[in-house]
């Protein structure tokens, strides 16, 4: 059943991006164009739901950072997420990063905890509790891979996961002490009611296929962009965004835009935790193996840094890599003398360790530069570290009332 799951989501994917061919391929396209002229009309009237104030949203008493995109993975917003709660933590802000943890295993039972006061928190309150910011409490498969790589990456921020994040919000402030919620894939969550959004665009395809979905990868039309308080354009190479800032003002005049690329750092053995340098991959003969939204730009990246990709094995995004599917891939590695095995650093979460490690195993690193408006980046931080005095006494108060 896994497998079936996991080719007919492959199937899909081709289908929307327009690698699947033939009649049938056509058929669905057709099929889904439809159904994309009836996600548009749901979108609009839960967001004007909202807007008229039909639809409640929930005020924490404390600042609620969303970051997220229109479209469907690949803007690479965890690490944005990672600079971003590394930022304020060295701010001296408390931060908590609520998280839905896509993918990830229900508990078995809920966490143990108790407040301050040592009473125990009632476990139908309590969410995953990834991260205390002094301790990782889950692994990849009950936290999700990027939940669980944030924590792995950030001393001092705490993580949570809940698909209702307002639960996980109140436990952040009450529990843990955060003053700072940044709410991750956050942009179409409005039941928590946001104190900025910072929405990513990646510069290589920034509208995605240009449909919605399920024909498409667009979340919402690109004129929602007018929420935006402030726009990333991701994964820059150098060249001007110019066409793509004046296409982005028709839809939203005021959100400052910043620039980056999403850089390559070194790698890292999974296993051995051993880190190389970039030059490490030249002229070397690799496999490349992942489960994310866009495997090309992984793949290409590596080949930019001088490797021989030879092998590809592509799954799903956040897929679950058995371990028999690690060992056959890794035997083909084998037969075809690869020098290396590389997959991304969400992947390797949740990589499984194989028998025997025939190949050695490593990841790519990745973690974001501002390429243009640095300026901007200090001044968002400098607004969120420094609250007007009306929000500071909010925040007074809400700590009186802390358990």
């Avoid at 910011?133 to 790589?149: C, H, I, R, T």
Wanted: glycine share 8%; hydrophobic share 40%; with cysteine.
């Amino acid at each position: 059943m896994k497998e079936l799951i996991e080719e007919l989501e492959r199937w899909g994917a081709d289908v929307i991006f327009g690698r699947a061919k033939g009649l049938r391929a056509a058929l669905m396209r057709f099929f889904m164009l439809a159904l994309s002229g009836l996600f548009r009309i749901l979108v609009q009237i839960r967001l004007w739901r909202y807007r008229r104030g039909w639809k409640p949203q929930a005020h924490l008493g404390t600042q609620v950072v969303a970051i997220g995109n229109i479209t469907v993975g690949g803007t690479g917003k965890t690490p944005v997420v990672e600079l971003l709660a590394r930022s304020l933590r060295d701010r001296g802000r408390n931060v908590a990063i609520l998280s839905r943890g896509y993918k990830s295993k229900k508990l078995d039972r809920p966490q143990k905890w108790t407040d301050r006061k040592g009473n125990p928190v009632p476990g139908e309150t309590m969410p995953k509790v990834v991260s205390t910011g002094s301790a990782v409490l889950l692994d990849s498969k009950y936290a999700g891979d990027e939940p669980f790589m944030l924590a792995k990456n950030l001393d001092g921020v705490a993580v949570v996961v809940d698909k209702n994040r307002v639960k996980g919000g109140l436990f952040a402030v009450g529990q843990l002490g955060a003053d700072t919620l940044l709410l991750d894939d956050g942009m179409q969550y409005l039941d928590l009611a946001h104190s900025l959004d910072i929405v990513l665009i990646d510069s290589g395809s920034p509208f995605g296929t240009e449909a919605l979905l399920p024909r498409g990868t667009l979340r919402e039309p690109p004129r929602n962009l007018r929420r935006a308080s402030y726009i990333l354009i991701t994964k820059c190479d150098g060249r001007s965004n110019e066409a793509l800032i004046t296409r982005i003002r028709k839809y939203n005049k005021t959100a400052d835009i910043v620039e980056c690329t999403h850089g390559p750092i070194y790698l890292e053995n999974v296993f051995t935790r051993e880190r190389q340098s970039l030059d490490f991959l030249t002229d070397k003969w690799v496999g490349a193996i992942s489960a994310i939204a866009v495997p090309e730009a992984f793949e290409g990246a590596l080949e930019k840094l001088g490797a021989r990709v030879e092998i590809r094995r592509r799954f799903s995004d956040h897929y679950r890599f058995s371990r028999k599917e690690v060992e056959s891939f890794m035997q083909r590695c084998v037969e075809r003398d690869m020098e290396l095995i590389v997959t991304t650093e969400k992947d390797a979460v949740r990589f499984p360790t194989p028998a025997s490690i025939d190949v050695p195993v490593y990841f790519l690193r990745i973690e974001v530069e501002i390429l243009k408006g640095q300026e901007i980046w200090d001044r968002l931080i400098d607004r969120i570290c420094s609250p007007p005095p009306v929000f500071e006494s909010i925040l007074r108060t809400r700590d009186a009332y802390r358990p």
